[in-house]
C-alpha cells in the first residue's frame, strides 16, 4: 500500500495501549506481504520475520525494528448522571481535551464529545483556569439507562480524528505517535523486497510503549536480536519552542545520539545517509530516551541500539503534523542500511562470533 | 479467615524484614503444597502440581501477594537520643503524627514534630522524629538502619474488619484459603508470596524470572471511592472482589481480565471494575518477565490504605478466595 | 597515584573508553580473562583456587556525571544540557573541557555589576547557560566541537595533606570505586572474581543490569564515592556518612535492601579487624547493587563506599584514609564470602 494510504487506514483506526488488537490486524496484513513468517507474541506485539540470504558458513545475525502501534487514550472510570468520567491512559496534557470528539468502546462503539460549558455562563477567572479531570466529562447523548446498559467501567476511549492532508506534503493526524513509524518499517521491508540482504530482519509493531515500553522489552527478550533499532517520533520545530529541544520537520530522520545509542552504530546509519544523500539530522539525547530503544538496550545481556526519530510536531494531541518525505526518507534509510550490513560491520559493532 | 487475617496483619513485616511473615505463612501452607522453596530475596513459593483433566490445556499460573509492609527506617540518632527516620514504601506523612511504631525486638517509640511555621503547612517526614523515651544517644539504644512499622491491633467490626497491613497480608491471607481449600487443579500453580513489593515490586520481579509462568494473578488491594468526599472512584466496600482494568503502572491482560469476568458471573458471584490512579501492584513486574506473561490482577476493595487502620470487608475477602478456586479448578479462558 | 589518574581521565555517561581503556592497563596483568559487552561494561574475571568455586561479582562504575553540547548557535556559543544528575546551581562560571580533543571553553556568567539586586537572587537554569570556546561563528565553533560531543569540568586532582590526607578532584563518583576496586584485583580469592567496571550507571544503573545478567553471579558488592554531606547544618541530622569515619556500609538505599548477611558479614569483618567504618543514611541515593540484585532470580548484594564531599558537582573531597579502609574491609569480606551461607 501507498505510505500515505497506509498511514490513514492505521492511524484512523483504534489502538490505545493495551487494547491494539484492531491496529495489529491492519499492520498484520501489510507486513504479511514481505515477511516469512508472523506471530503475535505474549502481550500483543506483532513480530514479522523476513529471513536475509546468506551463505552456510556465514553467522546468523539479526535486526530489529520497532515501532510502538499503541496510542494514548482514555478509560471510563464511573457513570454520572448520564455522563461519564475518565482517566487517561499515557501522557496528556487535558487542556487539548476540550471540545474534543471521541469514541467510547461499550458493548458497542460509541460516538461522543468532552464537552466544555460555554463561556456566557463563565466567569473571566473561570476562563483563565484549566479544567482539571474530575470536571471533564464523556457525552455519549444517551439517557441514564441506556448508559447502564451499553457502558462499564474501564471500557477504552479512543479520541477521533481524520487523517488530513496539509500543503507542502504535511499531513495532520492522530496516532502518528508512533504508527508513522510502523509505516516506515512497511517501507523498509517494502524496499527490501527488491534488495538483497543477508541479515534476518525483525519488524516488531510493538505494544504498550506509553504505558512503560512494555512490548519493546518483552519481544527483544523473546527474539534476541543482535542489533535493534527504535523508530519513534521526536519534537519538531514550532512557534515558542526553542530550537535546542526540537529538530526540523521536512529535515529527514532525526538520528539520536546519546548513552542510549552505540556510537559505532549511529556512525554506520550516518554513513548509509551520506552515502545515498538522504537528508537527515542529528538529535542529541544525554539521557533516557523515552523510547522502545531504552527498554531494549538493556534487555538479556544487552544490544547495540539507536534510535531514529520522524519530526512530529504537537506530539500527543490530534493534530500531530508530520512530512510524509521524512516517513519515505527513514523507510529508505533502513532498507539502505540493513542491505549494507554484513560480518564486517557485526565486528565493527563488536559483536561476538 | 478472621483468625488468619489477624495473625497476619499483627505480624510484624516491613520491606526487606519479612521472615516472621513467612514463617507464619510457611507453618499454615507447608503440608498442602507440593514443593515449597524460598529464594535469594526471601519470596516464598509454593507449587502445587496439576493433575492432568481431559480436554483442559495445563498452563503453569503464577500468584501473588506481597508479604512486605510499610514502615520506617532511622536515619540518624542525636545527641538527645531522639531518632531521625525516612520512609520504607509509600508511607503518608500525615498518618505519622500522633503514631507508635514498633522496632523488630518489640520496643516502642513515638512519633513527636518540630514546631510548625505555618498553620497549613503539610506534614513533612524531615520535620518528624521518634522518640523511644531515651535520655541519651547511649540510652537509646537503637542504631541508624533500625526499622519499625505502625502498631495497631486487629479489630472486629463484624462484617468489616479494621487492621494496620491488610496492605497486602489480606492478599496473602486469600492464597493461604486458596491453597488449603484447593483439591485439585489441572494446572501447575505457584503461590508466590513475595517481598520487597512496597519498595519496586523487587520479589516479583525475581521469582516470576524463576518460575516463568503463562498466566499470572496478583492479590493486593484497590483503594474505593466510598467514604465522605473520596477521590472519585467506582470501586465500593462490600460490593465484591474488584477487577482490575489498569492502574498506574499496568494495564491488565485483556484476556486474563475476561476469563476473571467470565468465571466471576458462572459462579454468580459479585465483582466490580477497578481503575486506579497511583499505585501499581506484583503484576506489573510480573507482566514485563522474560518474554511477556498474561497478567491481571484481583483487588480486595480496602479504605484507608497506607495507613495504620486500613478497613476491608469480609464478604469481599471470602468471594476473592471463591473467584480464585473457581479460575483453578476449570480452563484458562484465553 | 592511581586515584588521580582515575578521576582526571575523561568518561562521561555513554563516552566511557578513555577510562576503560586505562583501567584496562592497570589491570591486564592481574586477571585471567577480560571482555567488553554491547554497552562497554568491561568484565574481567579472575579464577579462584578450590574445587567448586562461587561466582562474585564486585562493581565500580566507570561514568561520570558531565555534559553534552547539543547545539552550536549563530555566534558561536554552545548550548548544552547535563548527562546524570547535576544542580544547575554548580555550573555557573566554571570551565570545561570538551570532547575528545578537550576543546576548553567556559560557562559563561552575567557580570554581578550588571546584575538588579533581584537577580541575584535567582536561580539560572541551564537552559538559559551557554559555554563560550572563543569561536565567532557557528562555522568557527563547526571546526572545533560538534552536538553530541561530551564534555567534563577541568579540575586537576590535588593532595591537600593533613591528618585526614584529603584529595580533591573530579569523578570520585566512582573513580574512587574503581580504584578500590583495582587494588583488591592483586589479591586472591577463594572464588571466582567478577571484577566489573560499568558503565552508564548515573543514567540509570543501564551497564550493571546487562552485566549482571550475563555474569548471574551467587553474590555482589557494589563499590562507590558516596553522599556526605557533614557541613555544619542548622538542626541535628544525618550527615549521611562524614568524611574520615571509614568506609561506608549501606543497610537500604532507593534502589536496594542489602543483604543482611552480607552487612553483619561487613560488620563483622571490620569489628574483627579494627577498620574503621560507618552506615551511610538509609533511603539516599541509588547504586549498581540496585540492578544487579534484580537480575535473573535475584542475587544478594551490598554496596560499599568512600564518603566524598560535593559529588556530582566539579570538585570533590573524599580521605586517602577512608580509600584505604574500603580496600582493607572489601579485602577481608572478600575472604569471608565463601563460607556465609546463601541459602533461605
Redesign the interface.
Known amino acids: 500500500m501507498q505510505t500515505k494510504d497506509f498511514l490513514k487506514q492505521i492511524t484512523e483506526a483504534s489502538g490505545v495501549s493495551g487494547y491494539e488488537d484492531s491496529v495489529r490486524e491492519l499492520v498484520r496484513t501489510e507486513f504479511a506481504l514481505y515477511a516469512d513468517e508472523i506471530r503475535t507474541d505474549t502481550l500483543g506485539s506483532l513480530i514479522a520475520l523476513k529471513r536475509g540470504e546468506r551463505s552456510a558458513e556465514t553467522p546468523r545475525r539479526s535486526i530489529m525494528l520497532a515501532g510502538h502501534m499503541d496510542e494514548i487514550g482514555l478509560v471510563i472510570t464511573q457513570a454520572e448522571k448520564g455522563y461519564l468520567r475518565f482517566s487517561t491512559v499515557g501522557g496528556f496534557d487535558l487542556r487539548v481535551l476540550l471540545g474534543q470528539e471521541v469514541v467510547v468502546h461499550g458493548h458497542r462503539d460509541l460516538p461522543g464529545v468532552i464537552g466544555t460549558r460555554p463561556p456566557h455562563v463563565l466567569s473571566s477567572e473561570e476562563q483563565e483556569q484549566v479544567v482539571p479531570l474530575d470536571r471533564l466529562f464523556i457525552d455519549v447523548g444517551l439517557t441514564e439507562a441506556e448508559l447502564a446498559e451499553s457502558v462499564r467501567v474501564g471500557d477504552i476511549v479512543t479520541l477521533r480524528r481524520d487523517f488530513t492532508e496539509l500543503a507542502g506534503g504535511l499531513v495532520a493526524g492522530k496516532a502518528f505517535d508512533d504508527r508513522a513509524a510502523v509505516a516506515c518499517i512497511a517501507q523498509c521491508l517494502q524496499h527490501l523486497s527488491t534488495l538483497k540482504h543477508t541479515w534476518d530482519v525483525y519488524a516488531v509493531a510493538t505494544v504498550q510503549e506509553e504505558t512503560g515500553l512494555k512490548g519493546a522489552l518483552t519481544s527483544a527478550f523473546g527474539i534476541e536480536p543482535d542489533i535493534g533499532i527504535a523508530i519513534d517520533v521526536g519534537h519538531g520545530n514550532m512557534l515558542g519552542v526553542?530550537?535546542?529541544d526540537t529538530v526540523n520537520v521536512g529535515g529527514g530522520p532525526a538520528l539520536g545520539?546519546?548513552?542510549?545509542?552505540?556510537?559505532v552504530l549511529y556512525e554506520q546509519l550516518v554513513g548509509v545517509a551520506k552515502k545515498y544523500e538522504i537528508c537527515h539530522q542529528?538529535d542529541?539525547i544525554?539521557?533516557?530516551s523515552g523510547t522502545d530503544a531504552w527498554a531494549m538496550?538493556?534487555t538479556?545481556?544487552?544490544?547495540?541500539t539507536a534510535l531514529i526519530s520522524i519530526p512530529l510536531r504537537y506530539m500527543h494531541t490530534t493534530v500531530e503534523t508530520l512530512s510524509l518525505k521524512d516517513v519515505e526518507r527513514i523507510g529508505r534509510l533502513l532498507a539502505l542500511f540493513i542491505a549494507g550490513l554484513s560480518e564486517e560491520s557485526a565486528s565493527e559493532?563488536?559483536?561476538a562470533r | 479467615m478472621k483468625e488468619l487475617l489477624a495473625e497476619l496483619t499483627e505480624t510484624w513485616g516491613p520491606?526487606?524484614y519479612e521472615d516472621s511473615v513467612r514463617k507464619v505463612i510457611q507453618k499454615r501452607i507447608a503440608d498442602r503444597a507440593d514443593e515449597v522453596r524460598?529464594?535469594?530475596?526471601?519470596?516464598l513459593i509454593a507449587l502445587r502440581r496439576g493433575k492432568p483433566k481431559r480436554g483442559v490445556a495445563k498452563r503453569k499460573i503464577m500468584l501473588a501477594a506481597h508479604m512486605d509492609e510499610i514502615g520506617v527506617?532511622?536515619?540518624?540518632v542525636?545527641?538527645?537520643g531522639f531518632l531521625?527516620f525516612?520512609?520504607?514504601g509509600g508511607v503518608f506523612p500525615p498518618t505519622l503524627l500522633g503514631s507508635r511504631v514498633v522496632f523488630g525486638d518489640g520496643s516502642t517509640g513515638v512519633i513527636g514534630r518540630e514546631k510548625v511555621d505555618k498553620p497549613d503547612e503539610a506534614p513533612r517526614m524531615?520535620k518528624m522524629f521518634i522518640d523511644v523515651g531515651a535520655v541519651d544517644r547511649e540510652h537509646a539504644k537503637r542504631?541508624?538502619?533500625d526499622v519499625a512499622t505502625f502498631t495497631r491491633p486487629f479489630v472486629d467490626l463484624g462484617q468489616r474488619l479494621v487492621a494496620k497491613a491488610f496492605d497486602d497480608r489480606v492478599g496473602c491471607a486469600v492464597l493461604v484459603q486458596t491453597l488449603l481449600g484447593l483439591k485439585s487443579t489441572p494446572h501447575d500453580v505457584y503461590f508466590v508470596f513475595t517481598v520487597?513489593e512496597e519498595?519496586g515490586v523487587?520479589g516479583a520481579?525475581?521469582?516470576a524470572?524463576?518460575v516463568e509462568p503463562d498466566v499470572a494473578i496478583a492479590l493486593d488491594v484497590t483503594m474505593t471511592g466510598d467514604t465522605p468526599e473520596a477521590p472519585r472512584m467506582a470501586v465500593a466496600l462490600g460490593a465484591g472482589p474488584a477487577i482490575k482494568v489498569k492502574d498506574r503502572g499496568m494495564l491488565a491482560h485483556v484476556g486474563v481480565k475476561n476469563w476473571m469476568v467470565q468465571t466471576a458471573e458462572r459462579l454468580g458471584l459479585p465483582y466490580q471494575f477497578e481503575v486506579l490512579e497511583a499505585g501499581s501492584t506484583d503484576a506489573m513486574a510480573i507482566q514485563t518477565s522474560r518474554a511477556g506473561v498474561a497478567a491481571g490482577v484481583l483487588s480486595i476493595p480496602t479504605r484507608y490504605v497506607h495507613t495504620p487502620s486500613e478497613m476491608v470487608d469480609l464478604g469481599d475477602v471470602q468471594q476473592s478466595v471463591e473467584l480464585l478456586l473457581g479460575l483453578l479448578t476449570a480452563p484458562v479462558g484465553f | 597515584m592511581l586515584l588521580k589518574e582515575l578521576s582526571e581521565a575523561v568518561g562521561v555517561?555513554?563516552?566511557e573508553g578513555a577510562v576503560r581503556q586505562l583501567i584496562l592497563d592497570a589491570i591486564k596483568g592481574q586477571v585471567d580473562e577480560h571482555r567488553?559487552?554491547?554497552?562497554g561494561?568491561l568484565i574481567a574475571l579472575k579464577k579462584g583456587h578450590g574445587e567448586k568455586r562461587r561466582k562474585v561479582m564486585v562493581a565500580a562504575h566507570m561514568d561520570e556525571i558531565g555534559?553534552?553540547?547539543?547545539?552550536i548557535e549563530k555566534e558561536g556559543s554552545l548550548?548544552f544540557?547535563?548527562?546524570?544528575g547535576i544542580d544547575h546551581r554548580v555550573l555557573l562560571a566554571k570551565k570545561v573541557l570538551i570532547g575528545d580533543k578537550k576543546v576548553p571553553g567556559v560557562i559563561g556568567s552575567k557580570p554581578v555589576h550588571l546584575l538588579e539586586p533581584r537577580q541575584r537572587q535567582q536561580v539560572v537554569h541551564v537552559?538559559e547557560m551557554s559555554i563560550d570556546i572563543g569561536a565567532t561563528s557557528q562555522d568557527d565553533a563547526s571546526n572545533l566541537v560538534k552536538?553530541?560531543d561530551y564534555a567534563t569540568f577541568d579540575v586537576s586532582y590535588r593532595e591537600l595533606g593533613g591528618q585526614l590526607r584529603a584529595v580533591t578532584g573530579k569523578a570520585f563518583d566512582d573513580r574512587a570505586g574503581c580504584a578500590v576496586l583495582i587494588q583488591l584485583l592483586s589479591g586472591t580469592y577463594p572464588f571466582d572474581l567478577y571484577a566489573t567496571f560499568t558503565v552508564?550507571e548515573e543514567?540509570?544503573l543501564?551497564?550493571a543490569?546487562?552485566?549482571a545478567?550475563?555474569i548471574a553471579p551467587d553474590v555482589a558488592f557494589a563499590l562507590e564515592g558516596t553522599i556526605c554531606d557533614d557541613m555544619p547544618k542548622l538542626k541535628?541530622?544525618?550527615p549521611t556518612t562524614i568524611v574520615g569515619g571509614g568506609a561506608a556500609i549501606t543497610?537500604?538505599d532507593r534502589s536496594v535492601?542489602a543483604d543482611?548477611r552480607l552487612v553483619d558479614l561487613l560488620v563483622r569483618t571490620a569489628e574483627e579487624h579494627g577498620i574503621p567504618h560507618q552506615?551511610k543514611?538509609?533511603?539516599m541515593g541509588g547504586t549498581d547493587a540496585g540492578a544487579i540484585?534484580?537480575a535473573?532470580?535475584?542475587?544478594?548484594a551490598v554496596t560499599v563506599a568512600v564518603p566524598s564531599r560535593y559529588i556530582h558537582s566539579p570538585v570533590c573531597l573524599l580521605s586517602l584514609n577512608d580509600l584505604d579502609s574500603t580496600v582493607k574491609l572489601m579485602r577481608e569480606t572478600l575472604m569471608g564470602v565463601n563460607d556465609i551461607e546463601?541459602?533461605?
Open positions: 526553542s530550537e535546542v545520539f546519546g548513552p542510549n545509542i552505540h556510537p542529528i542529541p544525554p539521557g533516557a538496550q538493556v538479556r545481556e544487552g544490544m547495540p559493532l563488536g559483536l | 520491606s526487606g524460598v529464594d535469594a530475596l526471601g519470596n527506617i532511622v536515619s540518624h542525636d545527641e538527645k531521625r525516612s520512609g520504607i524531615d542504631r541508624v538502619g520487597q519498595v523487587r520481579t525475581t521469582s524470572f524463576g | 555517561s555513554g563516552h567488553v559487552d554491547a554497552l561494561n555534559l553534552m553540547i547539543v547545539r548550548r544540557r547535563p548527562v546524570g537552559e552536538v553530541g552508564q543514567v540509570g543501564r551497564g543490569r546487562v552485566a545478567y550475563s541535628d541530622v544525618s543497610i537500604m535492601i543482611r552506615f543514611q538509609p533511603n540484585h534484580l535473573r532470580t535475584g542475587v544478594p546463601l541459602n533461605r
